[in-house]
């Protein structure tokens, strides 16, 4: 009924009703949940694109002259962009609104930041519902910006159809940048800031650690590129949107074939985790209250029990075990 | 009863016994957990410091040296090494053979390189384990070094006592490096490679933002220090050990006053993730199997099906809510 209208309003590409829709999923309000539902069937038309990187690569600027790109090419843009680190500071805000002042007239660009919210669900689950959002609205390109490169950024990136990985010149010389291990999950490659010293050398060693960690790693025909950017003055990006095309064109062919052998891994995933949430959920509620475990805790943090044990324990109260 | 002399072998700090116990603990051996529950009682006596920092900026060579200094003062040292991006790599081997070489006839130094295991529990949940194992076997001090700024460092982060984030010059400047909001977990800052072009300019960025960001923030009397180090040579290393001794003396001020106030708050944390990844276990053991739930991700990557009816289905299906 509302859902229905909600999603109606949605899918004709209607910027407020999107947004609220956002905010009651992470508000986990009554009813967005039913209004995503529905949804669903007028999603996976979006191109979706991931970019990340370290701190301080110039993943925004690079991200903010996409969108420039993408709109005078006349396609729908929208922008999550994942911040998983503001449960300390909320700084996801100011970079919404920094980059909010250049698209802030344009209707085709959408823009959404996002923060870890609450215990359980969190980043991963808050993102896939914006994607699905944007999706649903009509939008053409999504792009997936995160930080860093841990767990989240990772379960990120895998929901996106083509990853971008940016580095800066200087940042790839390092066993830890070896060990980054991320190599795996790019198909483009960018060194931005292409000025500095040694843009080609890090471009280069990017290269040849390709080479070497993705021998034979994947059937899929694509060799990740490795392009230098200058994101501040838009060289290079021609070539970036080139091979972002390309990498489309590889996923859409026979029939689509690899891109729905992604999505379908993508799809497990949100499954479990759906479930994984759903369950504690239900665990917590048939617990009570946080104040019991805030007790526990305390007992637990001055050594008189032991977590495995307080755990069984609430597994056996919940009659769940 | 087998539980029992595991512990006991544990607690007399036998090597081999630990380092089963972890791998046992990771393979979700039957028992494991039965041993760890009882050395919860011999724990919380180790100094728990975090070390994290993008990759790159000499965390490992950091570490490496941290824990010369430490033995050279009689200190029992482990090492934890978390590198969460090597589902795809499994690269935390190579950072722990390197390591292993320089340190690897010293008795008195435990090394242990985690990554990402398995879908559920994870890398918090296994660092945790491998921590309480530590601490037990009777180690002074544990080093958790993890990468990158990500949910999963954050996590870890907070379960250190003190937490020490690493940078170097030059990445400093960026917006993103404001943004990256992981100011807020740090104890001690320490910007590296000293050596290199705007050290001192990037550690007064760092102590105005620090001035900025936690005015006020804190009523726990601490000024986190922004530090000058160079790994490589050993330089600021006597500052940084002294600013870790500092903050221990903060923290057991008052009998453990703020120590178990931070401890408190990783209790809950690490009970909540237990009670978690138990509802989840249950859930899927009463489910039979994964592979319906793949058919199932199947159908909502061509579009049949969504995945939060799926999830309902599942639920009821499982008896569950």
Redesign the interface.
Known sequence: LHAQENAQKVIAGDIRAAARLMRDLDDRMPGA?ET??LL??H??RAQILGITG???????TLTDVLVGRLRAAGRKVGVVAV??????????I??DR?RMQRHATDEGVFIRSLA?RG??G??TASTRGVVAVMDAMGKDVILVET????????DIVSMADTTIIVTVP????????????????GDIFVVNKMDREDAQRTANQLQAMLAM?REGARAEGWAPPVLLTCARDGRGLDELLAAMDDHRTLLTADNNRLL?KR??????K???D???N???T??LERLGSHRD??A???E????QK??????DQ??AAAH??
């Not at 032991?306 to 755990?311: G, H, L, R």
């Open positions: 949940i995503l539902k669903y069937p999603t996976g370290s701190p301080g690569v110039g993943k925004s911040d998983p680190t503001s449960p300390f500071t909320g700084g996801a100011l970079g920094i870890t215990q359980f969190g980043l930080v860093g490169v841990g767990q989240d950024e990772v200087g940042l790839g010389d390092d066993i830890q940048a070896l060990k980054a291990g991320i190599l795996e999950a960690e729905l999505r379908k891994q993508r799809a497990f949100e499954l479990l759906l479930i994984q759903r369950t504690v239900l665990l475990l805030e526990l805790a305390e637990i943090a001055s050594g032991d977590p495995y044990t307080v755990c609430i597994m769940l075990g």
